[in-house]
């Protein structure tokens, strides 16, 4: 949903409403299972970092299986084709963030772990491409990870307009449907128009699980736990290049490390709309690395967790 995906998410309005926690923790139960549970069609629109992208997608759950295809509108024709949230094809590279907004909505969320990170309330109702929807807050309990506004449909449970929002209140990234039909796709509509790319599980061949020399934090924001870790292998530099990923319950980032080999690449710190990205050279018993941090969380909290790489055996896993 980065809505998942694919959307990263929103907030906007961020007061305390007790009354209506409980409601909102319903919602968020339903946005969990919407993608799994129903078939639709429609066009959204992609806002971020000033730049804004028109797509359609075809989404159709059909005998316990989920497949979806996405097209963007704009310039030359972009699309991706997923089956079960595995990407089968793509063409060019669609807006970036799209991804992770279309994966949030498929997630299954733990209303209880967010609880301890976020406070999850329920703002109202609206309407959003002509459907009534509810207004979930979910404004973030500490300064490293940014709040959302989510606008479910009431109908399905899916996310109509979502809203990523900073510190300050500032505007992020935006995602809103613009029409909406909750009719399945046909087949020929997840059928790609374009040379769609064939992704095949031979383009991971050189991915490994583990490492002689695990890489971890010794330090990560409150409640960031590591969910995944592969070892690829740089068909240009032979080089093994180490990725993991971190995850809140709701927000991700990625974290790469690479051997410099002599290289003299400078350390940098770069925000594009929500997404940080932070480059810091680091010094061990194998040699000077390069760790990158990318994803959407402040740049302060980035740039942190880079310099709190370490390689070996991880007996301070995040110390808070």
Not at 131 to 140: D, G, K, M, T
Not at 220 to 244: A, I, N
């Amino acid at each position: 949903m980065r809505v998942l995906p694919l959307l990263p998410l929103l907030l906007s309005g961020w007061f305390v409403v007790p009354a209506h926690a409980d409601e909102a923790q319903d919602w968020l139960k339903r946005l969990g299972q919407a993608e799994q549970q129903h078939s639709y069609q429609g066009t959204f629109v992609y806002e971020r970092n000033g730049s804004f992208s028109t797509h359609s997608i075809w989404h159709l759950v059909q005998d316990g299986k989920v497949r979806e295809r996405l097209l963007q509108l704009d310039g030359t024709a972009k699309e991706v084709v997923r089956s079960d949230g595995r990407t089968e094809c793509v063409t060019g590279k669609l807006a970036s963030g799209l991804g992770d907004v279309t994966a949030v909505a498929a997630r299954q969320f733990d209303p209880q772990k967010l609880n301890d990170w976020y406070s999850v309330t329920k703002e109202g109702d609206s309407r959003v491409a002509g459907r009534p929807v509810a207004v979930i807050s979910l404004a973030p309990r500490d300064q490293h990870r940014y709040g959302f506004e989510l606008y479910l449909d009431r109908e399905t449970g899916l996310p109509l307009k979502s809203l990523l929002l900073n510190d300050k209140g500032q505007l992020l990234e935006r995602y809103q449907f613009t029409s909406l039909v909750t009719s399945p796709p046909d087949e020929s509509q997840l059928k790609p128009v374009g040379q769609c790319r064939q992704v095949s599980l031979a383009d991971a061949a050189t991915a490994q699980t583990h490492t002689i020399h695990p890489w971890h934090s010794d330090w990560l924001p409150p409640g960031f736990e590591q969910v995944s870790s592969t070892v690829l292998r740089d068909p240009r530099t032979k080089s093994e290049v180490t990725s993991l990923l971190y995850d809140d319950g709701l927000t991700r980032f990625s974290v790469f490390i690479e051997p410099l080999q002599g290289a003299a690449v400078p350390d940098a710190r770069v925000q594009l709309g929500p997404t940080a990205a932070v480059t810091r050279h680091l010094s061990t018993p194998q040699g000077d690395m390069m760790a990158t941090v990318v994803g959407e969380i402040p740049l302060g909290t980035a740039e942190r967790i880079a310099l709190s790489m370490r390689v070996g055996k991880d007996d301070t896993q995040a110390k808070q």
